[in-house]
């Protein structure tokens, strides 16, 4: 008899708190959770009550029709935007008050809709500029090149690069990042991302212009940043393919709440999100 197929998947669990996450991230804490989370611009409420807990090695998905509040929500666990109300905890620490790089230094990093790399820089220069959470050095060091300036450079020059090989990208390094075919635009921007050292990578439409084996490749990477870097990831994405092939744990928002939580499975015979998705189907 042949062996069961290997899956990347793991099966999801619920927890006391009634979120799911990975049977093999139950007995570690949470990387994110939020907790009645929600904002107002004015008079108009964009996102209200959003409840959300992701594993620590678990991909995630956050889908729902255009204009539901997903970029919003990334704006919201990044400090972006501040909260109106609720509570957004990483690895339990309570983010109230933070800034963007206080979070990012937190172990948050993210990718945007629209591609936004240093164009004029080299490959490599780019993922240098990720490497700020973990190699310093002070003015003093760089204005005279002391000799501590020249082993961080080493450090920063293999680290950069031990990342780019990760994904077949190393004979790049000197091109210009402008330059690049944008799949490989997008795939440096996630890789930027990941040399913060991140414990949760947010995602933005990552597949938003590539096609069906860019797309594959970009899901095949994926699994391989939560395996190798143990990193739980948050993605939002129009490509159902893309969701449903590998996220594990999947949030629908429309119009700013959370209509849904499930597995794949579970989310696509929601009839809640069919109609969300669909409209509601006149009767005869």
Known sequence: MADKKPTHKGKMVPLPSRSIVPERDVHTRPV????????????????????????????????????????????????????TRGTILIDGMDTAGKTT???????????FQNIRL??????????????HNQIRYSGLEGVLRMPS????????????????SLFDMQDLASHQAGSLPYGA???????????????????????????????????????K?????????????????LVMGVCEGICVLNFGRIIAKGTAEEI???????????GKKKEA
Do not use: C
Not at 44 to 54: G, H, K
Not at 121 to 131: A, C, D, F, Q, S
Not at 225 to 241: G, K
Not at 271 to 278: G, Q
């Open 32 to 83: 994110l959770e939020t907790r009645h989370l929600g904002i107002d611009f004015g008079g108009l409420t964009a996102v209200d009550d959003f409840d959300l807990t992701i594993g620590r090695t678990e991909i995630a998905g956050l889908i729902g029709p255009n204009g539901a509040g997903k970029t919003t929500v990334f704006n919201l666990l990044t400090k972006v935007y501040q909260p």
């Open 118 to 131: 240093f164009s004029n820089l080299t490959v490599e220069e780019n993922v240098k500029v990720g490497l």
């Open 185 to 223: 635009q997008r795939r440096l921007e996630i890789i930027r991302a990941l040399a913060t050292n991140p414990s949760l990578l947010l995602l933005d439409e990552p597949a938003a212009g590539m096609n069906p084996s860019e797309t594959a490749e970009l899901m095949e990477n994926i699994v």
């Open 268 to 278: 696509q015979a929601n009839p809640v999100v069919i109609e969300a998705y669909l």
């Open 101 to 111: 790089s206080q979070i990012n230094r937190m172990g948050v990093a993210r990718t």
């Open 225 to 241: 940043i939560r395996d190798t870097f143990h990193t739980a990831v948050l993605l939002i994405e129009h490509d159902m393919s």
């Open 149 to 164: 300036f020249w082993k961080k450079e080493k450090l920063a020059h293999e680290s950069a690069m031990g990342l780019l």
